[in-house]
């Protein structure tokens, strides 16, 4: 076996093709990473946003908040099916909630954006513990007052502390506060008043969704065959975590598929840049390879050896482009969620996942790209290496 220094001095004494490569390399894995990390951002905000232990019902049929839509008469029997859990005073864990999209100018750019707009009752920061205010206050119930999420803070005209907004036009209402929710999307929400939110939008008697809190995650099954039993209803209960997943799914597959698409094209030309520097550098080194084969070296430990550097080339190349898409985890990126059609801030999830995933794929790079030098390199005659 060839000692691993020879190919370590070899890259060194070739530091302009070595960087060029390498950095084409990195650019690749930089890339790749970063849509990767996006998709990884996108299930996790969404994720988040979900409870093992709670659950939402939507009408029959519908995959969204957007579009359904519950009638008031039905939340009591909904927060009385089996397995609700009950507070300390005895009444039903649950919230009623109405959600809608505005068209919104969006700062910085021109043209208007879809935000999410949710009615929420006096009560919901009991039912979602989460959620706290960072900046401001609470807004006074039944006033004409909002609380925005700190994501989407200061990137829509008039959502920010002190600022206000028309949730329907000539209905203004004054931001008062700024609340987190562990980064899930309810930070790139508005909530507003239920009852003006449905007044404003002529909702006088329905809601988009019922959360309950069950007792506990077993209880599901339970609670489902209450609800969807009861076919005078027309409802339909789902687990809240599975609910989210099934939101984040669009944009994650349209983001990855994106990236991967990229990523493909650009590791093409940086299979190619490999390729091209360990064949000139089989074409420099004939009389070093028919030395090492005159010394005993055999053609399979020649081959597995400018493998290896081409292996070294692309892990450098791989370990800077991941070191670099680590910087993105800093980002937070804005887009619309194909599920509800309305504008969500997402972070970039540098999981040692995704970075491993990126490493692997540099490495196969240098794999692919130096086969045919090494082949080559492999077949050199000794003699006529030293001749030449």
């Not at 489902?224 to 209960?237: C, F, I, M, T």
């Not at 093409?268 to 420099?284: D, E, F, P």
């Not at 005159?294 to 892990?315: H, K, M, N, Y």
């Amino acid at each position: 076996m060839i000692p691993i220094r020879y190919n370590l001095r070899s890259l060194s004494v070739r530091k302009a093709t070595t960087l060029a490569t390498a950095g084409g390399i990195a650019l690749v894995v930089f890339v790749l990473a970063s849509s990767l990390m996006l998709s990884a951002g996108i299930k996790k905000t969404l994720g988040s946003s979900g409870r093992p232990d709670d659950a939402i019902v939507l009408r029959m049929g519908s995959d969204a908040e957007l579009g359904s839509v519950v009638e008031e008469s039905s939340v009591p029997l909904i927060l009385a099916a089996p397995g609700v859990k009950a507070d300390e005073r005895g009444q039903p864990l649950g919230v009623a909630e109405v959600v809608v999209v505005a068209a919104m100018p969006k700062l910085g750019a021109d043209g208007v954006t879809n935000v999410t707009l949710r009615g929420v009752p006096d009560d919901v920061m009991r039912f979602r513990p989460e959620v706290h205010i960072v900046a401001g206050r609470p807004p006074r119930p039944g006033t004409d007052e909002a609380i925005v999420g700190e994501r989407i803070r200061g990137r829509i005209a008039g959502l920010d502390l002190g600022q206000s907004f028309d949730i329907k036009k000539n209905r203004p209402v004054k931001v008062v506060g700024v609340f987190a929710a562990d980064g899930s999307s309810y930070e790139s929400e508005v909530w507003v008043d239920r009852e003006l939110l449905r007044q404003a939008y002529g909702r006088e008697g329905i809601v988009s969704s019922v959360r309950v809190r069950l007792s506990s995650p077993s209880k599901f099954d339970a609670f489902r065959a209450g609800v969807e039993n009861d076919k005078r209803l027309g409802l339909q209960a789902l687990r809240e975590t599975a609910f989210y997943e099934k939101q984040s799914e669009g944009a994650a597959m349209f983001v990855g598929t994106l990236g991967t698409v990229v990523s493909f094209f650009f590791a093409l030309g940086a299979m190619i840049g490999a390729t091209i520097t360990m064949y000139a550098a089989v074409a420099n080194r004939q009389r070093e390879i028919g030395t090492l084969r005159a010394l005993g070296f055999s053609r399979r430990a020649i081959l597995a050896s400018f493998l290896l550097e081409a292996i070294l080339l692309a892990g450098i190349g791989g370990v800077a482009g991941a070191a670099a898409s680590m910087a993105m985890g800093l980002v937070h990126f804005s887009m619309v969620n194909f599920a509800s059609w309305s504008e969500i801030v997402f972070s970039f999830d540098p999981t040692p996942r995704v970075l491993a995933t990126a490493l692997v794929f540099a490495c196969g790079m240098g794999l692919l790209g130096g086969f045919f030098p090494a082949v080559r390199a492999a077949r050199t005659s000794p003699l006529k290496a030293i001749r030449g």
